[in-house]
């Protein structure tokens, strides 16, 4: 996650924020649930894997997301 990721006029801002969040409304209860644990653990100030973001990864690589 870059420190910005995407630039916007205040004109369009709510189609690309509607655009943004419909693109999450899409992913998986699975993938969201990850994705929030490890933007809180850097939140948290790590900046290493851990066993946890190991087990993660290799949840995500083996379940019916990755498969897809």
Known sequence: IGLIDRLTTPAD???VVNEYVALLAEA???SVRA???HIQSVLDG???DT???RAAFADAISGPDFKE
């Open 13 to 15: 801002l709510d189609a």
């Open 28 to 30: 998986s209860p699975f």
């Open 35 to 37: 994705m929030k644990r």
């Open 46 to 48: 790590e900046k290493d």
């Open 51 to 53: 066993p946890e973001t």
